[in-house]
């Protein structure tokens, strides 16, 4: 079937508008992005629920929905630490999402995901209730950079058994005092994985004090540690009826397939619009 050329005319002013659409909600949500490192990368840590298979598919799910939303705004995604599952999907994974506001949009995503399904794993299909945690930290510059006490630290880097075609590069590093913990194996270089662990994991400290209220990394008190990470923040449901629901601003729409897709601007919008509106004093 040929597509005539009033057709294909209306295809591109479709397309246009839509792109047009999509870069306006873009400047709104920046408009409300005015807090320190906002305006920077992103490292995003997913963590699937323990010992889980559905948990674990769960977690690669929302690993390709940050990947294509970052992909969808322009930006550039890199999976810099991947630990695969039992069976199927990742425990573990930490996305590396490179420009302008990246951080800033996704500190709305930090907390705990809940899916509900009919599990696709195992002959019952039975009706299951999946979580996976996302941290968001931003990307440091030379501006906010410091330094960690080598003491402090546990470095463990692969070491090359068997065939030496095959050596490995990976490389883990442990803050002993808070005992966080980052693994990292995406370069070829092993001392590229080692700078790019000690980058995540200072990003991680960062958000930490941040979060505490310190200047110091001594400062942290890793007993007063609970994640936020922790907290249920939304639901995505699949089964009996389809929806995602963000449980702090109420916000939730039916499309759920433009969701996995990536589409979760509506949510990102209404949470910094639900912060900003707290912090701005009344006149």
Known sequence: MEVTADEQLLQEAQANLTQLQRELETLEIQQLLTQPCDQKGAFLTITAGIGDVD?????FILLKLYH???LNHNYRPDVVAESDGDIAGIKYAVLEITG???????KSEIGTHQLQRLSPFGADKNLKTSLASVEVSPILDESCDFDISQKDLEITLARAKGNVNRTKTWAQVVHLP????????????QMENKAKALAILKSKLWAL????????ISAIQPRQMKSLSNKLIREYILHPNTKVKDLRTLVQTTAVAEVLDGGIDLFIKAYLQQEHQTTVPSQ
Do not use: K, P
Request: proline share 0%.
């Open 55 to 59: 948990a674990e598919d769960w977690a």
């Open 68 to 70: 294509r939303w970052a």
């Open 100 to 106: 302008h506001y990246a951080y800033g949009c996704l």
């Open 178 to 189: 808070t005992g966080i913990t980052v693994f990292c194996d995406s370069d070829r270089s």
């Open 209 to 216: 004090m941040q979060a505490q209220g310190v200047n110091q």
